[in-house]
């Protein structure tokens, strides 16, 4: 990652950070392509459970997969939405087993005209050898 989005200075963290930053991207990444797939078992499989979300002030606690309603794609999709692409992924903390990103995403029409963009944090984490989504904050 070019060290111009970098929030933080990874030689200030502990050994091991610049590759916990790629593994956490590459998970964010992997999530992206199930989302756009509209895979929500694939979406499941890059979380870790207990899973947060802070939505507003409400905290969102999942405590296992499948916790979206078998309508959320049907849902996003009579809003005009086809995919959703990710704009930027700013490392704001880093350690060997969890990075702290404000990731910029936006939810696109069929010819890729944004309906809507947002900047969420998100944390994702390494537990029992698997790099996953931990909590994410819009």
Known sequence: MPTDQLFVDL??????????VERAIECIEAFTVRFNARDLAGM????HFPHAIVSGGKLILWDRPGQHSATF???????GWQH????RKQVVLAT????HLVVEYSRDDRIG??????RNLWIVTLDNGRWG????SH
């Open 11 to 20: 030689a200030q963290h502990a050994e091991g950070a610049t590759d916990a």
């Open 44 to 47: 499941d499989a890059l979380l």
């Open 73 to 79: 794609f049907d849902e996003l999709e009579a809003t």
């Open 84 to 87: 959703t692409s990710y704009r």
């Open 96 to 99: 060997p087993e969890k990075v």
């Open 113 to 118: 005209n944004p309906l809507s963009v947002h």
């Open 133 to 136: 989504i931990k909590l994410r």
